[in-house]
């Protein structure tokens, strides 16, 4: 699953998504979903994955990766 979060400051809102992906590399379902609530880039990065991991269970897709272009969350995810 790939996922990613953007920070719009601004508006106080912050957008997130997800996608997963077959062993063949097709996409096979995305997510996205509008917050409005003011987060610090890597407070959204950890936000989005969370978000992502809930449809993902919710929805019974089967995740074997994730990716995020957030090194440092997915190291924090790893420490739990």
């Known amino acids: 699953m790939n996922v990613d979060a953007s ?3 601004q508006f106080g809102c912050i957008g997130i998504g997800a996608m997963v992906q077959n062993d063949r590399g ?3 379902d ?3 979903k509008k917050l409005c609530i ?3 880039p890597y407070a959204a990065e950890l936000m989005a ?3 992502a991991l809930l449809w993902c269970q919710e929805t019974e897709q089967v995740v074997h990766y994730l990716e995020s272009d ?3 969350a997915v190291i924090q995810l790893l420490l739990l």
């Open 7 to 9: 920070v719009h400051s």
């Open 26 to 28: 097709a996409v096979v």
């Open 30 to 32: 995305v997510f996205s």
């Open 38 to 40: 003011a987060q610090e």
């Open 49 to 51: 994955i969370r978000e």
């Open 70 to 72: 957030c090194y440092s």
